[in-house]
């Protein structure tokens, strides 16, 4: 990937999982990479540990704890990003929560709520407040963390669907109205992934106990791994994409 020094990244849900490998990723390519996460503070701390390892002479990680569904906690989180930064050139929208897997008859009536203002209204609310910055850079990224379910829509998901569905709109219409800021902002849309969340759904959904006994039924022998979304992600904000903007790229191995 092409050097991203002198660019500050700010990735939500940085402590676990997809986010984590993410915020690593953009570190390894020179990137000041800021993390924001929810309630794991340790998790937070051991990656920005690991950002550490990674990071040349410069403003350093930071972990910041803010729920990206309050306002509020989005409007501060900008405030802080520009305050310890000065600048902010990538914006990674990976912050997700699963839906507990019921049919829209048995589904609980607070829930569409709650998923719609993490993966939804959320990324639009931290956007908002972040596209001060965001513009003040002679190229910067908005990159959308979705899901294949907005391809296939399964039953006993329509939660999590509505709200990557609901995401997707978002970017979609945000690509339009900032490619005249030299904003590019793009969808990557991973299938099963190795993480926390991964491991619940496949224990949910085929009884397996072990995402990895997963692996020889997996396209290329492997449930994808959290490095490889990130991967993709590192693509789409290198100058390698200099030209895409507007896009949806899936990462699943061509299961769908």
Do not use: W
């Amino acid at each position: 990937m092409s050097s991203l020094d002198g660019r500050v990244a700010l990735v939500t849900g940085g402590s676990r999982g997809i986010g984590r490998a993410i915020a690593l990723g953009l570190a390894g390519d020179g990137a000041d990479v800021a993390i924001a996460y929810r309630r794991d503070e340790e998790s937070a701390r051991k990656t920005v540990s690991e950002i550490e390892a990674l990071t040349r002479p410069g403003p350093g990680p930071r972990a910041y704890k803010a729920s990206v569904d309050v306002l509020e906690d989005c409007r501060e989180l900008a405030a802080r990003i520009e305050e310890d930064y000065g600048r902010l050139d990538i914006l990674v929208h990976s912050a997700g929560i699963a839906s507990r897997g019921r049919a829209v008859a048995d589904t609980d009536p607070a829930e569409p709520a709650r998923l719609l203002g993490v993966h939804a209204v959320g990324p639009h609310h931290l956007t908002q407040a972040a596209l001060p910055l965001l513009r003040r850079a002679e190229r910067s990224d908005v990159i959308f963390v979705s899901s294949v379910i907005s391809d296939s829509y399964p039953p006993f998901g329509a939660p999590y669907a509505m709200g990557k569905a609901a995401m997707e709109a978002l970017a979609h219409t945000l690509a339009k109205e900032e490619r005249g800021h030299g904003m590019h902002v793009n969808i990557v849309a991973p299938g099963l992934v190795d993480t926390e969340m991964g491991q619940r759904l496949i224990r949910a959904t085929a009884g397996i106990e072990n995402i990895r006994d997963h692996d020889a039924a997996s396209p290329f022998g492997h449930v994808c791994r959290p490095e490889e979304v990130a991967d993709v992600v590192r693509f789409l904000v290198s100058d390698a994409a200099s030209y895409l903007t507007d896009q949806r790229i899936v990462v699943d191995g061509g299961t769908f």
